[in-house]
């Protein structure tokens, strides 16, 4: 697990990549390295979400885990009139997702390093957004669910990618208890992205 992605300092030597990918018609550029999350292409889950996600029409946005910042940066392109917060426990994700904010000509976005909420602890936001980090375990992904409601406004969404199989009915059971509700978003190639009103 040393080489995990989920940790503040990851211990493989910096190799760094460019991703160039469309979401929405709208052309973006990556720049990746070893030891974040999936480094080399889009992931299929971050993909869907990215895809599928509901944004509000102005307000605060939260991309918990952004890893090098692809939800968060499509957020705050596909509306310029929101303030995108950003967050990950690894240093490393968090200086690419700042490099890739002004790679992607995005000033509305704001990038914090710390463990899931602690960084925003004192903002409440419309939408919260997540690909949650499963490998990294359920001690991790259960706070960034149960947590989420006390950092939500009054019918804020909080929005999470699962893998169907692997995850996706224990989620959405954690999800309706913390929130009283949970629906399926959308579903494709193995993953589907639930969300849950505050």
């Given at each position: 697990?040393?080489?995990?992605?989920?940790?503040?300092?990851?211990?493989?030597?910096?190799?760094?990549?460019?991703?160039?990918?469309?979401?929405?018609?709208?052309?973006?550029?990556?720049?990746?390295?070893?030891?974040?999350?999936?480094?080399?292409?889009?992931?299929?889950?971050?993909?869907?979400?990215?895809?599928?996600?509901?944004?509000?029409?102005?307000?605060?946005?939260?991309?918990?885990?952004?890893?090098?910042?692809?939800?968060?940066?499509?957020?705050?392109?596909?509306?310029?009139?929101?303030?995108?917060?950003?967050?990950?426990?690894?240093?490393?994700?968090?200086?690419?997702?700042?490099?890739?904010?002004?790679?992607?000509?995005?000033?509305?976005?704001?990038?914090?390093c710390g463990f899931?909420?602690?960084?925003?602890?004192?903002?409440?936001?419309?939408?919260?957004?997540?690909?949650?980090?499963?490998?990294?375990?359920?001690?991790?992904?259960?706070?960034?669910?149960?947590?989420?409601?006390?950092?939500?406004?009054?019918?804020?969404?909080?929005?999470?990618?699962?893998?169907?199989?692997?995850?996706?009915k224990r989620l959405?059971?954690?999800?309706?208890?913390?929130?009283?509700?949970?629906?399926?978003?959308?579903?494709?190639?193995?993953?589907?992205?639930?969300?849950?009103?505050?």
């Open positions: 697990m040393s080489n995990h992605y989920f940790v503040k300092h990851p211990k493989s030597k910096p190799d760094l990549g460019i991703i160039r990918t469309y979401f929405r018609g709208r052309l973006f550029e990556f720049v990746t390295s070893s030891g974040v999350f999936s480094r080399t292409r889009i992931d299929l889950g971050t993909r869907l979400l990215i895809e599928s996600m509901i944004l509000p029409e102005k307000g605060n946005v939260l991309d918990v885990g952004c890893g090098y910042g692809p939800v968060g940066i499509a957020a705050a392109v596909f509306n310029s009139n929101l303030h995108v917060f950003m967050t990950d426990v690894n240093e490393r994700a968090v200086r690419l997702a700042e490099e890739n904010a002004k790679r992607n000509a995005v000033q509305n976005v704001e990038v914090r899931l909420y602690e960084p925003v602890r004192e903002m409440k936001f419309e939408t919260i957004l997540s690909n949650p980090p499963i490998t990294a375990g359920m001690k991790v992904v259960v706070p960034l669910i149960t947590q989420a409601p006390e950092q939500l406004v009054e019918g804020g969404l909080l929005q999470v990618v699962v893998r169907s199989k692997i995850s996706g959405a059971k954690i999800m309706n208890e913390a929130f009283g509700n949970v629906d399926v978003l959308a579903r494709r190639s193995g993953y589907r992205v639930l969300v849950s009103k505050s």
